[in-house]
């Protein structure tokens, strides 16, 4: 995987399509993304899974390695940064989708969500507003992948964006947000690790502390999902996955940072280290989980359902919270 993915990087780069593309643009990073896809991947039922596969074939875009569910999660950051440095029409059409920013002193999801706009009738969600958080557009996106009407290049749309978009709804600098654009505004520094942003930290360097290979961290991510977990984790709405990230970037991401010494720079002690590295473990963990129930869930209920024998591409309504 990682020499396909280099062999991505290098099409990308001799396109121009990540020139000065900044450090912090990809939530997780391509390993915890990855990471999040195998621990899903694990838990789909082989009727999902073949479908799955089946779906992600069709996919020629050329913005992930290859087309294996792990590759695909990292779809929806390329797809979105492939036109930042040019004409930005994917870049501001889908970049606001990755996040919901609750502030941390009014913390108010129908304020972060823009007030949850509607797509008009018979629009598809991939082509929804530029104006959305997450939470709507994984809500969009999972009915979609539900209705059997929907078109079949709109449910591979559908089902790229939610291999991302439920993995970053975990990271939770994707959801608590104290107006510095979700940590990019601080800049923290720990053992061993150069100075970088605090959401990068949360995003790349706390992951790769788990280990250097995403299929050997999966594995042990995986054997340590018993059942009781993957009951626990199996609950609640989108909305409560968005509130339970939201605290951990209140209580755990912000409030434990120590003081910044007078350059500005947050440095971080071993405990808030060793203590994110744990947290990111486990969110790893939930949305694994979480993205394997809303698969098994959508594909399940769309071969149960009858066909519409129009053809027709249909919007089917969000499922709201």
């Known amino acids: 995987m990682r020499s396909s993915r280099a062999a991505l990087m290098a099409r990308l780069a001799s396109a121009g399509l990540i020139l000065a593309m900044p450090v912090t643009a990809c939530a997780w990073g391509d390993e915890g993304h990855e990471i999040i896809g195998l621990i899903a991947d694990h838990d789909l039922q082989p009727?999902?899974?073949?479908?799955?596969?089946?779906?992600?074939?069709?996919?020629?875009?050329?913005?992930?390695?290859?087309?294996?569910?792990?590759a695909e999660t990292t779809w929806a950051d390329h797809y979105r940064d492939s036109d930042r440095n040019g004409a930005?029409?994917?870049?501001?059409?889908?970049?606001?989708?990755?996040?919901?920013?609750?502030?941390?002193?009014?913390?108010?999801?129908?304020?972060?969500?823009?007030?949850?706009?509607?797509?008009?009738?018979?629009?598809?969600?991939?082509?929804?507003?530029?104006?959305?958080?997450?939470?709507d557009k994984i809500d969009e996106f999972r009915s979609e992948l539900a209705a059997p009407s929907t078109a079949r290049?709109?449910?591979?749309?559908?089902?790229?964006?939610l291999l991302h978009f439920i993995g970053d709804l975990h990271q939770p600098l994707h959801a608590g947000d104290r107006h510095d654009r979700?940590?990019?505004?601080?800049?923290?520094?720990?053992?061993?690790?150069?100075?970088?942003?605090?959401?990068?930290?949360?995003d790349t360097v706390f992951v790769e502390r788990l280990g250097?290979?995403?299929?050997?961290?999966?594995d042990r991510l995986i054997a340590d999902i018993d059942t009781d977990k993957r009951r626990r984790w199996s609950a609640g709405s989108t909305n409560d996955w968005a509130r339970e990230s939201y605290q951990l970037a209140q209580l755990d991401v912000y409030g434990r940072l120590p003081p910044p010494g007078t350059d500005g720079l947050y440095r971080l002690a071993d405990d808030y280290s060793d203590a994110a590295v744990a947290i990111v473990r486990t969110q790893?963990?939930?949305?694994?989980?979480?993205?394997?129930?809303?698969?098994?869930?959508?594909?399940?209920?769309?071969?149960?359902?009858?066909?519409?024998?129009?053809?027709?591409?249909?919007?089917?309504?969000?499922?709201?919270?």
């Open 47 to 70: 009727p999902v899974r073949s479908a799955v596969a089946a779906l992600l074939a069709d996919d020629d875009s050329g913005f992930s390695p290859d087309s294996s569910i792990a």
């Open 88 to 135: 930005r029409i994917r870049y501001g059409q889908t970049q606001s989708w990755h996040f919901i920013d609750i502030e941390l002193d009014h913390p108010d999801i129908d304020a972060a969500c823009f007030g949850h706009p509607a797509v008009s009738p018979g629009i598809p969600a991939s082509q929804g507003p530029a104006q959305d958080c997450i939470v």
């Open 153 to 161: 290049a709109e449910r591979r749309l559908a089902l790229q964006f």
């Open 182 to 202: 979700g940590g990019n505004d601080e800049r923290v520094q720990a053992a061993g690790a150069p100075a970088g942003t605090l959401h990068h930290y949360w």
């Open 212 to 218: 250097p290979d995403p299929k050997a961290v999966a």
């Open 284 to 321: 790893l963990e939930r949305a694994g989980v979480r993205l394997a129930l809303v698969l098994n869930q959508a594909f399940t209920t769309a071969a149960a359902a009858p066909a519409d024998r129009t053809g027709a591409a249909a919007t089917a309504a969000p499922v709201r919270p």
